[in-house]
């Protein structure tokens, strides 16, 4: 099956300090990923779609500037994380679709821990 | 915007007793996606259901898409302790477009 890579797994940085959180879609080219954001014991909450070769589509209330995201190429999304703050602290997830109305597959997730 | 709703939230139940999760949606929809999440994991693809009152089994579970396709259920079987996750669904309401949205989930929690 499909394969998403996301890394890295965990990361902890203090505060004020930028992080960057890779997806790669491994076996698939993917026209377009997904990053979410998840809280302990709550759903996935959608922050932003991107599509390879143009700018992110951003959910309300996410800030532009404060998570930047760039997809370089059909396997390669990027989030990072700008300035974090200790509520930035979360799960991250990316995922990647392949062909239209196809399922998306996830990567293992990266917990952000900021101190 | 479309919503998607999932009930129960949380699910206790003995080994061996039945399971089922329902979700409802705002919109009509293009198709209707079930994923799981073990605990400390990511969502896992289960399913794809797309034509209306289409009905998917995979083992002890079973995948319901209503006639409106705007709700469906997941139904499991004779619950194992293996079942233990959330479960969440996630609709896709236009054809061709990639984003879907999902529900709250269902934290499934199997007592031996």
């Known amino acids: 099956g499909a394969v998403v890579s996301q890394h890295p797994s965990w990361v902890i940085c203090k505060s004020g300090t930028s992080v960057k959180i890779e997806c790669r879609s491994l076996?698939?080219?993917?026209?377009?990923m997904f990053w979410y954001r998840q809280f302990p014991k709550q759903s996935l909450m959608l922050m932003a779609t991107?599509?390879?070769?143009?700018?992110?589509?951003?959910e309300q209330g996410v800030e532009k500037d404060k998570f930047l995201i760039n997809h370089a190429s059909l396997t390669l999304s990027t989030l990072t994380v700008t300035s974090a703050h200790p509520e930035d602290s979360s799960f991250y997830i990316c995922s990647a679709a392949g062909l239209l109305d196809s399922p998306l597959h996830f990567g293992n997730g990266t917990r952000l821990t900021v101190t | 915007g479309q919503q998607v709703m999932q009930i129960p939230q949380y699910q206790h139940v003995q080994e061996g007793e039945d399971f089922t999760t329902y979700c409802n949606s705002s919109?009509?929809?293009?198709?209707i996606q079930w994923y799981k999440q073990r605990p400390g994991g990511h969502p896992v693809f289960l399913i794809q259901l797309v034509k209306s009152g289409e009905v998917k089994k995979q083992k002890r579970l079973t995948f319901q898409f209503g006639e409106a396709k705007k709700n469906s259920s997941l139904h499991i079987t004779a619950t194992q302790t293996t079942d233990v996750g959330t479960y969440f669904c996630a609709g896709r309401d236009k054809r061709g477009y990639q984003k879907v949205t999902f529900g709250i989930g269902t934290k499934l929690q199997v007592i031996p």
């Open positions: 919109t009509t929809l293009s198709n």
């Open positions: 076996d698939f080219q993917a026209t377009t």
């Open positions: 991107s599509n390879e070769g143009s700018k992110a589509t951003y």
